[in-house]
């Protein structure tokens, strides 16, 4: 696809194509694309936010998943503190149990507790 392509599908996508929305959205999640992915997502695609959580859990990218989680979203929420605790990364279990998040903290005790 050339950027003048791209620019196109665009334009549709923000006039509210829904077909293009889509297409615009997997081929993002095809190419990796997060700033795009992110675009999408912060204009309220469901299944933009998916595909980003899942590219980021696969990167282990901490920084995107605490984006979206803080921004509510449960999915985020419950792969960042599956990341944090793959990687022992108890500040970031902490920050969200501070937050009242209950798993966060049970995990926390459970790592502190070895």
Known sequence: MTESDLSELRKLAES?????IAELVELAGEQGNVDELRRL???GNADATDILIELATERGDITELRRLADQGN???TDQLIELAVEQCNLDELRRLAEQGN???AEQLMELTAE
């Open 41 to 43: 997502s912060d204009s």
């Open 74 to 76: 449960v999915a985020a």
């Open 102 to 104: 209950t798993d966060a």
């Open 16 to 20: 509210g194509d829904v077909d293009a």
